[in-house]
């Protein structure tokens, strides 16, 4: 998938853009009672990244039975709009609050900076460059 060929699905997106992005998976044009290959489908491929394994046996057997499209494609929503809900209100709450972020951010340089100096003059000593400051 690539974002330069409008063919992702941006998890952190709203419900809507993700249903969204979800109906334009493409599809081979079988018909609903029609068995269909979960191997050779992107729809099966991307919902076993976030089903257990008792769902993905019902999905696969879906398949078998003729699972319509549209069908498939809800389940696929449903089932990662369940799974990110949690992180995308998180990530909604960091967006909104960009104090609360720059603050995390200052904090974790402040703890990150002595271990990279000491790191980095380690490295700079095996190597025989002499430190300026």
Known sequence: ??????????LLSSEKQLKK????????????GDPKDPSTCTVFKLYKYFASDELLKEFENDYKEGIGWGDAKNKLFNIINNEMLPLREKYIS????KNLLNDLLQDGSKKVRPIAQEML??????IGIKNIS
């Open 94 to 97: 960091l967006e909104n609050n």
């Open 121 to 126: 003059a380690s490295i700079r000593d095996s």
């Open 21 to 32: 992005s979800i109906a334009k998976i493409v599809t081979n044009s079988l018909e609903p």
């Open 1 to 10: 998938m690539s974002k330069s060929y409008g063919n992702i699905i941006p």
